[in-house]
T-cell receptor, first 113, second 114 residues
Framework: AQSVTQPDIHITVSEGASLELRCNYSYGATPYLFWYVQSPGQGLQLLLKYFSGDTLVQGIKGFEAEFKRSQSSFNLRKPSVHWSDAAEYFCAYGSSNTGKLIFGQGTTLQVKP | DTAVSQTPKYLVTQMGNDKSIKCEQNLGHDTMYWYKQDSKKFLKIMFSYNNKELIINETVPNRFSPKSPDKAHLNLHINSLELGDSAVYFC?????????????FGEGSRLTVL
């Protein structure tokens, strides 16, 4: 079955430390991949997206993600985390035919001072 | 100027009641969606409309009826509410993903069924 997996339900990092959030997908075709962030009580905001071309994509707020076809992964990274990055992070796969996004389970990021 | 706006933001109601959530987007997008986020924060698509036509219906109970009076509006009506309907409902709109588009989400409507 088609799926997007975020193996880490909850991650805690210290402020200033680096961050990597994992995402794996199980689709055969070239995927459209997204990372969204959800702050408490808020809607989802797009961090970055991958469609084609350069496999390392830059996003807002200093985030980047790398598409690795051989590993079916699209991991999100940030070199130095800020306290304001504490939020829920969602990876998603997009269908070009329907525009439907299939989301992973989400990863809760906690930032220690 | 809010791009995707939903009303109401909070809804508390009794089992068996009927309620509606309204959504409007001012982005000029042709496609709109309803997503449901459950208590474990899992997001699942319910419906999608393209230019007022239903294109995705993810086997949602027929107590849920979306309506799109025009391409800028997509409302969700829920009949005979059940406890399991308690969730946050998100409206979204998009340009075609194949063209490099993305989904823009509203802030959500938290429905609590007592």
């Amino acid at each position: 079955a088609q799926s997007v997996t975020q193996p880490d339900i909850h991650i805690t990092v210290s402020e200033g430390a680096s961050l990597e959030l994992r995402c794996n997908y199980s689709y055969g075709a070239t995927p459209y991949l997204f990372w969204y962030v959800q702050s408490p009580g808020q809607g989802l905001q797009l961090l970055l997206k991958y469609f084609s071309g350069d496999t390392l994509v830059q996003g807002i707020k200093g985030f980047e993600a790398e598409f690795k076809r051989s590993q079916s992964s699209f991991n999100l990274r940030k070199p130095s985390v800020h306290w304001s990055d504490a939020a829920e992070y969602f990876c998603a796969y997009g269908s070009s035919n329907t525009g439907k996004l299939i989301f992973g389970q989400g990863t809760t990021l906690q930032v220690k001072p | 100027d809010t791009a995707v706006s939903q009303t109401p933001k909070y809804l508390v109601t009794q089992m068996g009641n009927d309620k509606s959530i309204k959504c409007e987007q001012n982005l000029g997008h042709d496609t709109m969606y309803w997503y449901k986020q459950d208590s474990k924060k899992f997001l699942k698509i319910m419906f999608s409309y393209n230019n007022k036509e239903l294109i995705i219906n993810e086997t949602v109970p027929n107590r849920f009826s979306p309506k799109s009076p025009d391409k800028a509006h997509l409302n969700l009506h829920i009949n005979s509410l059940e406890l399991g309907d308690s969730a946050v409902y998100f409206c979204a709109s998009s340009t075609p993903l194949a063209g490099g588009g993305e989904l823009f989400f509203g802030e959500g409507s938290r429905l609590t069924v007592l």
